[in-house]
Every structure is written in structure tokens, then in C-alpha cells.
């Protein structure tokens, strides 16, 4: 009854899922034009807000994955299983992301919560809100909280689901996206202070906090491509892609951090940016060199 009473919205979401694979299959030739490229991110990560966010309920949050892992345990029947029909349509084609793109897919396009702080986040940078900068080894001492986070839900997740309930008030997921704030003032002033802290540091409950996002990066080791390019001299010398990424997933040396990578694309768009791009600029301005000559002549 669930399946039935839910198929605009299922119709939806296979339409949402449809266009966000061919996007990424063909990824490389839009991020090579910036602006559109950037507005069709911006207005999806506003579809993925207001309307599987706050209209339609599909934000998956980790108690969610946890009753199906320890569904075995507490013999939890396939009627809860399966009573969201939009939240098992969504894991599923998460997991099968898995394979070709990490866990950046859900990540950085498919939460709502985690839409909802990335246009905070690019919100006041345009109104030029000054941002705290996290060098490279604070964030190697921030990223595996959220993994012992993920460690201790795991263990409460074995001992009580009554308990866990409880525990899983870590993630603001519920009193921002499923009550929209309508919940006691606990619960609300947590989740305000997450979302102001997201106005400073882009994604920052994603980054650091977030015990779905450590699930969800342990699932993205089952990746088997390799789709972010990179050329030799990333790292050494140039340094845009790892200054420019806006949550620090590349390292000093040039290579991506796939576990920490939300797949926002940034760093492919430089990558084609041949203004950009210092050996872009480098081929293009030797190209004009060499045909500078050739120009004068026929003059």
C-alpha cells in the first residue's frame, strides 16, 4: 500500500535519478562550460531540498541504514524493511554508485540536508562572509570523528533501537528536514548552531560530524573506476585544484580523496579550464605564440 500510494513521487525520483546519471556520464563535456554547468548543480541541489527534502520525506538517515543492517539481529520484518518506498529506491541506486563514482553521488547531490548546507555555504561566500580556512592537517585530525561516531551508533545500534532512536539525534537530519524545525528548542538550537557553522566552513557537519557520510564512504571503497582525471603536473607544481576545492579533499600532492570527495566537480572544471589551468594556459599561450607569426605575414 506504501509502493502504491507513492507513485508520483517514485515517478519523481526515477526521473530525478535518470537525469543525475546522464549528467555524470557526461560530465566531461558539460563541466567544460562553467556557467551552465554550475547553474544546473545549483538549481538541482534546490530540487533535491525543497521537493525530496521537505516535500516528499526522502532524506535517508543513518538509523535507517542501521535497522536493515541489524535487521537480521532484531528480525525486523520486510513490511518495515520496505515501508519507504522512496528511501529503498534511493539506497539502492546509491549502491550501485558506489561502483562508478564513490560515495560522493549521495553525498554531494541526493541529501537534502546536505544540499541545504552547501547553498548556505556558497550563499555567504557571495555575499562575501568571511571564511575560516582548516589547514590540510586539521582536516586529517577532523575527518575520522565522524567515524567514531559511526563506530558508537554501530554498537548502540546492536544493543537497543530505543536506544539508538535516541542516539541518532546526532544528525539534525530529522528536526531540519522531516519537522522543519517544529520540535522542541533543544533540538532546533542544535541544529542552528550546525547550520551556522556550515556559514563558515562550507559543509561542515558533512565533513566532520556526519555518521551517514562515514557509512557512506566505507561503501564508496566498492568503487572500481577511476572517473576524476588528473594530469602530472597536479600537486607538483600546481596547487589550484587542492586550494580551490571547497571542502580540502585534495591533498597537497594533487590526488583526491575519494572517501572525503563529494563530487561537486570543481576541480574537473579547472581541469578543462584551459584560462585556468596553469598547462592549459601554458599549451594555449604557446599556441598563440607559434601562430602570431604566421598571422603577420598574411597581413
Not at 509502493?3 to 555524470?24: D, E, M, P, R
Not at 530505543?162 to 519537522?179: Q, Y
Amino acid at each position: 500500500a506504501a509502493w502504491q500510494n507513492q507513485k508520483i513521487n517514485l515517478s519523481l525520483l526515477f526521473f530525478t535519478l535518470a537525469i543525475l546519471s546522464f549528467v555524470l556520464w557526461k560530465v566531461d563535456y558539460l563541466v567544460k562550460r562553467n556557467i551552465i554547468w554550475k547553474s544546473f548543480r545549483y538549481v538541482f541541489l534546490i530540487w533535491v531540498l525543497l521537493w525530496l527534502g521537505f516535500y516528499a520525506g526522502g532524506q535517508v538517515t543513518i538509523i535507517s541504514l542501521l535497522t536493515w543492517l541489524t535487521a537480521p539481529l532484531h528480525k525486523t520484518s520486510w513490511d518495515v524493511l520496505l515501508s519507504d518506498p522512496l528511501l529503498v529506491s534511493l539506497m539502492i541506486f546509491v549502491i550501485v554508485s558506489f561502483v562508478l563514482w564513490g560515495r560522493g553521488v549521495f553525498c554531494g547531490w541526493l541529501c537534502p540536508f546536505g544540499a541545504l548546507q552547501e547553498l548556505i555555504a556558497k550563499f555567504a561566500k557571495l555575499v562575501k562572509i568571511r571564511q575560516i580556512n582548516i589547514s590540510y592537517r586539521g582536516h586529517q585530525i577532523l575527518w575520522p570523528v565522524k567515524y567514531f561516531l559511526l563506530a558508537g551508533l554501530v554498537g548502540v545500534s546492536f544493543y537497543s533501537m530505543a536506544s539508538l532512536n535516541l542516539a541518532t539525534e546526532i544528525e539534525p537530519f530529522k528536526t531540519v528536514i522531516s519537522m522543519k524545525f517544529i520540535r522542541e528548542w533543544y533540538f532546533v538550537v542544535y541544529a542552528l548552531i550546525l547550520l551556522l557553522m556550515g556559514v563558515f566552513v562550507e559543509r561542515f557537519f558533512c565533513r566532520f560530524l556526519c555518521p551517514l557520510g562515514a557509512l557512506m564512504a566505507l561503501g564508496g571503497k566498492l568503487r572500481i573506476f577511476e572517473t576524476l582525471k588528473r594530469r602530472k603536473e597536479c600537486g607538483s607544481p600546481c596547487k589550484l585544484c587542492s586550494n580551490e576545492c571547497p571542502i580540502n579533499a585534495i591533498k597537497p600532492s594533487g590526488e583526491i580523496i575519494m572517501d572525503e570527495c563529494f563530487y561537486c566537480l570543481d576541480c574537473q572544471s579547472l581541469y578543462f579550464d584551459e584560462h585556468k589551468c596553469p598547462p592549459l594556459v601554458k599549451i594555449r599561450k604557446n599556441k598563440i605564440r607559434d601562430i602570431s607569426p604566421i598571422l603577420n605575414i598574411a597581413e
